[in-house]
T-cell receptor, first 110, second 117 residues
Framework: DAKTTQPNSMESNEEEPVHLPCNHS???????IHWYRQLPSQGPEYVIH???SNVNNRMASLAIAEDRKSSTLILHRATLRDAAVYYC???????????FGRGTQLTVWP | GAGVSQSPSNKVTEKGKDVELRCDPI?????LYWYRQSLGQGLEFLIY????????KSGLPSDRFSAERTGGSVSTLTIQRTQQEDSAVYLC???????????????FGEGSRLTVL
């Protein structure tokens, strides 16, 4: 299975930046890195994805290490609504499925 | 609606009974996934359908679990002779698939919460 390693939990204060790390040492050259988040009692929702270059969208930024064995999801200004479990995952090289671990529980304090 | 629809949202059953969970993906999405999430756990991959290709069933935990996708659209996950350890939220997701299968985002439904007494 395609494995990722994330801290179990992180905390942030509102309005501060948050850097959520993920290690994915078994990633292959053609695998895309995806991030999802899951709010309480909801299904996961897409956040961002990338291959090699850093990526930005309206929700977050994704910084990918040069060797692609790790990545960091950056929330530039955390809000209370960002409190969720964040999953880092990547596509298997020959199949489209995504593997999810336990993710990082982000707590945002007012 | 435009999103992934799952039914029932909640199902309580007795041990040994069979259950069927339904997923209605976003129209036009060729890829469909089933995941299971036990309390406090991450998402466990179960099965993946991509167009007319043979499904990837490698995540099904036992032969009591099966899934089918009719007409490339609606999917049904069937659990036979349910056990207490089958209690979980079963999540369905769809994705554009095809050339976007590695990049296209997954759209998840709200899940079906199964409780086996």
């Amino acid at each position: 299975d395609a494995k990722t390693t994330q801290p179990n939990s992180m905390e942030s204060n509102e309005e501060e930046p948050v850097h959520l790390p993920c290690n994915h040492s078994t990633i292959s050259g053609t695998d895309y890195i995806h991030w999802y988040r899951q709010l309480p009692s909801q299904g996961p929702e897409y956040v961002i994805h990338g291959l090699t270059s850093n990526v930005n969208n309206r929700m977050a930024s994704l910084a990918i290490a040069e060797d692609r064995k790790s990545s960091t999801l950056i929330l530039h200004r955390a809000t209370l609504r960002d409190a969720a479990v964040y999953y880092c995952t990547f596509r298997g090289s020959t199949l489209g499925r995504l593997y999810f671990g336990r993710g990082t529980q982000l707590t945002v304090w007012p | 609606g435009a999103g992934v629809s799952q039914s029932p949202s909640n199902k309580v059953t007795e041990k040994g009974k069979d259950v069927e969970l339904r997923c209605d993906p976003i129209s036009g999405h060729t890829a469909l996934y089933w995941y299971r999430q036990s309390l406090g756990q991450g998402l466990e991959f179960l099965i993946y359908f991509q167009g007319n290709s043979a499904p990837d069933k490698s995540g099904l935990p036992s032969d009591r679990f099966s899934a089918e996708r009719t007409g490339g659209s609606v999917s049904t996950l069937t659990i036979q002779r349910t056990q207490q350890e089958d209690s979980a939220v079963y999540l369905c997701a769809s994705s554009p698939g095809g050339r976007l299968r590695n990049t296209g985002e997954l759209f998840f439904g709200e899940g079906s919460r199964l409780t086996v007494l």
